[in-house]
């Protein structure tokens, strides 16, 4: 069965840049069948999703972080890698990795990760 | 931008059953997906393609989607049920979540 894990540090100071890498076990994110993908969900505030890419090569950010955020993949560590730049305290939050399986017109988030929770402030 | 749109609560008697709406505009033309999310834990895929369960989630979790409506029911609620239920479908190749429902059984 599929495992992600997120690890990155905890604390962020203002306006530097987030680093999170999300490890993928017991499956390949090469075979792209899957999207991956990152997803944050702040103290009190509902689910935020941030992006995907997949391995053909396809890349998509939300428009409303767009600007911030870069999302990487390492194939030969199974891993890939969020960054989001110039943050504030409003990027605190629990950050996610997920899986996403996909049909012709449809796909879902069916593997997640535990979760890890990244403060900003100085 | 396209919003989803939840009851922030919803209240059930165990056994009973509890159904939770998310509402778009012509969010039927989309496919709706739904999590569950538990204190302390990541969420949980219950439903996808409106009405799909996957593997190793119970029978009494259904879902529809029609007009501008999803909905989430849950049959015989049981009380390992509590938590906080997202809906979620894809709109201009972006994800967008509804704001979250706290079902609470008591």
């Known amino acids: 069965q599929v495992q992600l894990q997120e690890s990155g540090p905890g604390l962020v100071k203002p306006s530097q840049t987030l680093s999170l890498t999300c490890t993928v076990s017991?499956?390949?994110?090469?075979?792209?069948?899957?999207?991956w993908n990152w997803i944050r969900q702040p103290a009190g505030k509902g689910l935020e999703w941030i992006g995907r890419?997949?391995?053909?090569?396809?890349?998509k950010y939300n428009p409303s972080l767009k600007s911030r955020v870069t999302i990487s993949v390492d194939t030969s560590k199974n891993q890939f890698s969020l960054k989001l730049s110039s943050v504030t305290a409003a990027d605190s939050a629990v950050y996610y990795c997920?899986?996403?399986?996909?049909?012709?017109?449809?796909?879902?988030?069916?593997?997640w990760g535990q979760g890890t929770l990244v403060t900003v402030s100085s | 931008s396209y919003e989803l749109t939840q009851p922030p609560s919803v209240s059930v008697s165990p056994g009973q059953t509890a159904s939770i709406t998310c509402s778009g505009d012509?969010?039927?033309?989309?496919?709706a997906s739904w999590y569950q999310r538990k204190p302390g834990q990541s969420p949980v895929l219950v439903i996808y393609q409106d009405t799909k369960r996957p593997s190793g989630i119970p029978e009494r979790f259904s879902g529809s989607n029609s007009g501008n409506t999803a909905t989430l029911t849950i049959s015989g609620t049981q009380t390992m049920d509590e938590a906080g239920y997202y809906c979620?479908?894809?709109?201009?190749?972006?994800?967008?979540f509804g704001g979250g429902t706290k079902l609470t059984v008591l």
């Open positions: 890419f997949s391995t053909s090569g396809s890349t």
């Open positions: 017991g499956g390949s994110i090469s075979s792209g069948v899957y999207y």
């Open positions: 012509k969010l039927g033309d989309k496919y």
């Open positions: 979620q479908a894809w709109d201009s190749n972006t994800a967008i």
């Open positions: 997920a899986r996403e399986s996909f049909g012709s017109n449809w796909s879902s988030f069916d593997y």
